[in-house]
């Protein structure tokens, strides 16, 4: 693959480079190979060091010769999550806190460098397996495809590209990388799509890989079209009441808001769609804690005939102001 030039598409020649690096073959392959373009002054390689494998210090030891050598920065993170863990947060999964605490350094190294990105290593593999883990578990559209090549501040050049591919590359070069032992731990739900599960489709159809990625490609666009239809639903209700001289009231003038009426216009489908944006803009950008039950009630509560009542779902709060829904 091209990654300069995918990476040319998100980043300036002066723009410093967020990378999230493991030193496992991935992260590894995207320095590697970054190395080798004009952006090679331009990395920060980042590395957390959890403490929790033997091999993490043999790791970030690694990384800081290789940094020495090839002249480009680094930042490393060493932090005890399982005493973390037990002190902080003991109802929480270590993975969990794991991941918490290694998003909370990358948002730090953000700040420092002032840049709003970072590159992550995520290839066609770990797409799929989030994929069938997702699906396995129950989800929405959104989860299903929430591995794209930019979301938010994460960037992900690798996800047409198989695990393989890079590893042979590695081998072929002769580039030292670690390999984490616990990803053959098939008692993990993860490793056990990766390792048992997820291969006996190739026994159908060898092409399945990219049969998937073309599938969550399609699946995108979909949820891209969707997403649309919601915005420009909202904003032509914001204007058409906002302009109308009945409903000039103070807090009309300071939040969002849409006829009841024209709620009921919409599909189902994009009735709940609606709420679901509203809610993920109300709570953090998540749906978390959002359930098919909550979207009924609320449906429920925009038809209800009693004015001047509010429904609230964590942070999502609406008010029925004669027939228009307030939030």
């Not at 460098?113 to 069938?132: C, S």
């Amino acid at each position: 693959m091209n990654l300069e030039k995918t990476i040319s598409k998100y980043y300036t020649e002066d723009e410093p480079i967020i990378l999230a690096c493991s030193t496992w073959p991935d992260s590894m392959y995207i320095l590697y190979n970054l190395l080798e373009t004009k952006y090679a002054k331009n990395i920060v390689a980042c590395y957390f060091n959890h403490k929790l494998r033997l091999e993490s210090d043999k790791e970030e030891e690694f990384l800081e010769r290789l940094w020495k050598e090839k002249w480009f920065k680094v930042e490393i993170a060493s932090w005890n999550i399982k005493d973390i863990r037990d002190k902080f947060y003991p109802s929480m999964g270590i993975e969990e806190v794991a991941r918490n605490k290694r998003y909370e350094f990358f948002n730090a190294i953000l700040n420092i460098y002032n840049a709003d990105k970072v590159i992550t290593w995520h290839h066609l593999d770990d797409k799929i397996e989030t994929f069938f883990f997702n699906l396995a578990r129950g989800t929405k559209l959104t989860w299903l495809i929430n591995m794209t090549e930019k979301s938010w501040a994460i960037i992900r050049p690798l996800l047409n590209i198989e695990k393989k591919d890079i590893v042979d590359y590695l081998d072929k070069n002769n580039l030292k990388y670690f390999i984490d032992e616990t990803n053959h731990d098939t008692t993990i739900t993860r490793n056990k799509l990766r390792h048992d599960i997820i291969p006996q489709f190739e026994k159908v159809n060898k092409n399945y890989k990219q049969n998937i990625n073309n599938l969550t490609n399609y699946l995108e666009e979909v949820k891209n079209h969707i997403e649309k239809e919601v915005e420009d639903f909202l904003e032509e209700q914001w204007i058409q009441i906002f302009n109308s001289a009945k409903y000039k009231i103070n807090t009309l003038e300071i939040y969002w808001y849409f006829y009841v009426k024209a709620f009921n216009s919409l599909s189902s489908l994009l009735q709940k769609e609606v709420i679901k944006n509203i809610y993920f803009k109300t709570n953090w950008n998540s749906t978390i804690g959002l359930s098919e039950a909550n979207i009924e009630e609320v449906i429920k509560f925009i038809n209800w005939k009693n004015n001047k009542t509010i429904k609230e779902i964590k942070e999502m709060k609406l008010i029925k102001e004669n027939e228009i829904i307030v939030f």
